[in-house]
């Protein structure tokens, strides 16, 4: 075999792995956390009326919850999880009650629109 032909079979070959981790890294997409407000690990002087998740893809609101713990680990009542108005990749959290100084953990699981699952959490405080 001439050096050009193996050359050109190495380079092939190469581009055939590239491609398809590519075409599997899209394939096995899922929903994960790309924006929050209050943000991961702020500090607010004006405690939140609400808590919004962005997500890289759409969500399933009937299969996803967000849950809020505060100071002493105690749970904090939240309303249930609604999407923003014509976008489906928005987890709008609304607080019926102020929060107050301290220390506060968001855990959130979905399930993306193309049924995968993901989890995570982050923290942030309240002066």
Not at 26 to 37: D, N, P, S, V, Y
Not at 112 to 126: I, L, P, R
């Amino acid at each position: 075999m001439s050096i050009k032909k193996l050359l050109r079979s190495r380079i092939f070959s190469v581009a055939c792995v590239l491609a398809t981790g590519l075409i599997s890294q899209q394939a096995l997409a899922h929903a994960h956390l790309k924006t929050e407000t209050p943000s991961a690990d702020s500090q607010v002087s004006v405690a939140p009326s609400e808590l919004t998740l962005g997500f890289s893809e759409g969500i399933e609101p009937n299969f996803s919850k967000v849950e809020l713990v505060g100071p002493n680990n105690q749970p904090i009542k939240t309303d249930a999880l609604k999407l923003a108005t014509n976008d489906n990749t928005q987890a709008l959290i609304a607080l019926p009650t102020p929060l107050t100084s301290g220390k506060y953990v968001v855990s959130w699981h979905v399930v993306s629109v193309d049924g995968h699952k993901t989890q995570g959490n982050y923290s942030f405080s309240v002066k």
